[in-house]
């Protein structure tokens, strides 16, 4: 059984710093593409940042320079490293684990930035 879950959202303050987590099971984790998606209130989900298996990497427009994603295969786990937070980052926060046909969600995680 595949299981993504996310760990590490929270309420934080304009410019703070967050880092998410997403810990894989039931899937041969290295061979996966993982990307990090949010979904703001009353918006439409938005790719954030992915990482191939190479350690290749994109970002949107609105994150590059702020968030870094990064990933331990070893554990299994990918991450996204959120500097100067901003109000319009608050969202729900997921990964996603990709392979040819396979497409795995996690739950989400909660992410609030405000004053």
């Known amino acids: 059984q595949v299981q993504l879950v996310e760990s590490g959202g929270g309420l934080v303050q304009p410019g703070g710093s967050l880092r998410l987590s997403c810990v894989a099971s039931?899937?041969?984790?290295?061979?996966?593409?993982m990307d990090w998606y949010r979904q703001p209130p009353g918006k439409q989900r938005e790719l954030v940042a992915g990482?191939?298996?190479?350690?290749?990497?994109n970002y949107a427009d609105s994150v590059k320079g702020r968030f870094t994603v990064s990933r331990d295969n070893a554990k299994k786990t990918v991450y996204l490293q959120m500097n100067s937070l901003k109000a319009e980052d608050t969202a729900v926060y997921c990964c996603?684990?990709?392979?040819?046909?396979?497409?795995?969600w996690g739950q989400g995680t909660q992410v609030a930035v405000s004053s």
């Open positions: 990482i191939t298996g190479g350690r290749s990497t």
């Open positions: 996603n684990a990709g392979r040819s046909s396979d497409d795995y």
């Open positions: 039931g899937i041969s984790f290295s061979l996966y593409r």
